[in-house]
């Protein structure tokens, strides 16, 4: 039976024209230190710091759901029933750990169903961002705007709109993968599902289920003979290649399956989602802080964290001081500084401690 995985994802943000990381990570802090922030469902709390020249922080997603199921074997092989109530001061709780640096605005963060997704970052960090931005419109709308007339005032707010243009984005960061380093991790395929609106090429080795209309979907099934992806390769890359060849059409490709790590994967030509490794559930609660969540910076998952930013400078770029980029002084600043490398483990998982594995067929989806 398969545990959840914690993955470990690299994101990068941009910033409006005109908005400073220092302006930013300020009222980044001043988020951290305010009350908890709903975002859809959630309620959420986050935490940060500098250390080492990274910002590193913790976001806690909180549920007001009192109970959960847990199912035990009893003596005559039946499944019983359990059920788990929090105590009365317990709050659901789950926790996404991030790092970045400052000055290149990239880094990494952990996520798993129920902890801080791509939006909920999104949400925080751009209220953080939007905060900076309508701050620093006012005050420049306040300075050009003394002494003019109320139309004088409306064009000077659409210039200096125009002067903080852009808006604020948190995405995955993706690395360009074709076809051939996609197969080159795979082991065999099984079925293909092909969406398109010119129908499917003709390819000898591909077994057609249902008749092939316009904007159809299609299932393939390979032969056992070709499952192999060395059987695969040639026969495949004729199949893109005369799907692709049509003029004045947009095509996407994507392969769903399972990873070497036995995970559920994908894979787009052009454009996968960078990861990291990944912990084992149990064992990254295990690593998080014991006692209060203010320890989150001596806990050894961020340790793991921190490490994978300082150990791919090309990727994240080289880590200098705050001062670099004109940090605000802040409270924390005046605490000691933790050591993130005192507490690392070996927990964190790559692709590579899983290569020799027996893993099943992998299933394919290609949208063209």
Not at 297 to 308: D, I, P, T
Request: hydrophobic share 35%.
């Amino acid at each position: 039976m398969a545990g959840t995985k914690v993955k470990v994802s690299g994101f990068e943000m941009q910033f409006s024209d005109g908005i400073e990381m220092n302006d930013f990570y300020q009222e980044l802090e001043l988020i951290s230190r305010n009350q908890d922030i709903n975002v859809g469902a959630y309620s959420t709390r986050v935490y940060t710091r500098i250390v080492d020249g990274l910002a590193v922080g913790l976001i806690l997603t909180f549920k007001d759901d009192r109970k959960k199921l847990a199912t035990e074997q009893d003596g005559s092989g039946k499944l019983k029933v359990n059920r788990i109530e929090l105590k009365k001061n317990q709050t659901s709780t789950e926790a996404s750990l991030f790092c970045f640096n400052p000055l290149t605005k990239c880094g990494v963060f952990t996520h798993y169903a129920g902890a801080a997704s791509v939006s909920v970052y999104t949400s925080i960090f751009g209220q953080a961002h939007r905060n900076v931005k309508d701050r620093l419109v006012n005050q420049r709308v306040d300075e050009y705007s003394r002494g003019r007339s109320r139309g004088d005032i409306k064009r000077i707010k659409h210039r200096v709109q125009a002067d903080f243009g852009g808006s604020f984005s948190f995405k995955y960061i993706y690395q360009e993968k074709d076809l051939s380093q996609i197969l080159d991790n795979l082991k065999s395929l099984s079925e293909v599902e092909v969406i398109t609106e010119l129908g499917i090429p003709e390819e000898p080795v591909f077994r057609h289920l249902g008749a092939v209309t316009k904007k159809t979907t299609q299932t393939i099934s390979f032969l056992d003979q070709f499952k192999s992806i060395e059987n695969l390769k040639g026969h495949l890359s004729n199949f893109i290649h005369a799907a692709f060849s049509q003029k004045n059409k947009k095509y996407a490709l994507r392969l769903i399956g399972s990873s070497l790590s036995g995970q559920r994967a994908q894979y787009w030509i052009g454009e996968n989602i960078e990861e990291y490794g990944f912990f084992e559930y149990d064992d990254y609660i295990d690593e998080l802080p014991d006692d209060v969540w203010d320890n989150y910076l001596s806990c050894a998952a961020l340790a793991n964290l921190s490490n994978v930013l300082k150990g791919k400078s090309e990727t994240f770029g080289l880590l200098k001081p705050a001062d670099t980029w004109d940090k605000y002084q802040s409270i924390s600043d005046l605490s000691p500084e933790p050591d993130l490398t005192s507490s690392k483990s070996k927990s964190l998982k790559s692709i590579e401690d899983f290569k020799d594995d027996n893993l099943p067929p992998l299933q394919i989806e290609m949208c063209l």
